[in-house]
């Protein structure tokens, strides 16, 4: 089975660790903007990944 849980952990390691990272981005910045440029990516990319992980915005640090 090779699987923890049922879960494949080695498939999933991509957005465990893209979710985690937006997150660490949106907590430790005070906008969008400057986690955008944290993260190295543009803005528009940055709104693109939170629709796409459903990352709740009034659970991080942000000032919109």
Do not use: H, M, Q, W
Not at 11 to 24: C, D, P, Q, R, V
Not at 56 to 64: A, E, H, I, Q, V
């Amino acid at each position: 089975n090779n699987k923890l849980y049922n879960f494949p952990i080695y498939k999933s390691i991509k957005y465990i660790t893209k979710e985690a990272s937006l997150k660490y981005a949106l907590s430790a910045t005070r906008t969008i903007v400057d986690a955008a440029s944290l993260l190295g990516i543009k803005e528009s990319d940055l709104r693109r990944e939170i629709k796409k992980f459903n990352i709740c915005l009034t659970t991080t640090n942000y000032d919109d």
